[in-house]
């Protein structure tokens, strides 16, 4: 079938299909503009009801849920900075997936190196506290996000008492020797530098005594720690 030249359509027609375009697009242009809305992060849904979800594969489900809540400050047609969402559900969102992968680590590295490390400093500490918290429930394994928290804690925060109380927890709860030694000492420098030498100066001497190390490396190194500390303290 052969197409007819633009030529014999009659000028009429071609008018009336401007005009129908030119309205269209003023329509349009007066149409108020339509913003992406960001959506609240809902709660987590209660433990059972992701037990019945998963279908017998808990590690799964909470891996696919830890994508989830990594994805959700990006909608549709915008982002969401981390410090805007509510906390308190992103709190919620990742102890849940502790409850169904209790060996899986990402939500603990989640709240210490993502969610913790926002420039809000009530967010920070909220993400700190809950590291502490969960950290109770398998101290040998947990440790490394602890330690973390209560160096972070130190050097952002610059709240030394709440550092040592993170590192105590250390000490005295992560007892495995999987654990490494400098994670045990590390509220011997948190001590020092809260000018509690008298403190950290009976920490040393503990562990020394308490045969609790025994390598010779690490024993020459807190022995020298600890006659610089009392160098110092004779000092002042």
Do not use: C
């Not at 900075?81 to 990402?106: A, N, S």
């Not at 996000?145 to 160096?151: E, F, N, T, Y």
């Not at 948190?190 to 509690?196: A, G, N, P, Q, T």
Request: glycine share 6%; proline share 7%; no cysteine.
């Amino acid at each position: 079938m052969r197409e007819r030249p633009i030529s014999t359509v009659p000028k009429s027609a071609l008018l009336l299909l401007a005009l129908g375009l030119s309205l269209q697009i003023a329509w349009h242009a007066t149409q108020p503009q339509r913003l992406a809305q960001a959506e609240d992060l809902p709660p987590a849904p209660s433990l059972f009801v992701l037990k019945v979800i998963s279908l017998g594969d808990p590690i799964a489900l909470a891996k696919a849920l830890m994508l989830y809540l990594q994805a959700f400050d990006n909608q549709p047609g915008i982002s969401i900075p981390f410090h805007k969402l509510d906390y308190t559900r992103v709190e919620g969102w990742l102890g849940r997936i502790l409850e169904l992968d209790p060996p899986g680590q990402y939500p603990l590295l989640a709240a210490g190196r993502i969610y913790g490390e926002v420039t809000v400093e009530t967010r920070q500490r909220q993400m700190h506290n809950f590291v502490y918290q969960r950290f109770f429930d398998d101290p040998n394994r947990r440790w490394p996000w602890l330690a973390h928290v209560a160096v972070t804690t130190k050097h952002q925060l610059h709240d030394l008492p709440l550092a040592r109380k993170y590192a105590q927890a250390i000490r005295l709860n992560a007892t495995g020797t999987e654990v490494p030694h400098w994670a045990k000492q590390m509220e011997i420098f948190i001590l020092e530098d809260l000018d509690e030498l008298e403190s950290a100066k009976v920490l040393i001497g503990g562990l020394l005594e308490g045969g609790q190390i025994s390598d010779t490396h690490e024993i020459r190194f807190l022995e020298r720690r600890l006659q610089e500390m009392e160098a110092k303290a004779k000092a002042r």
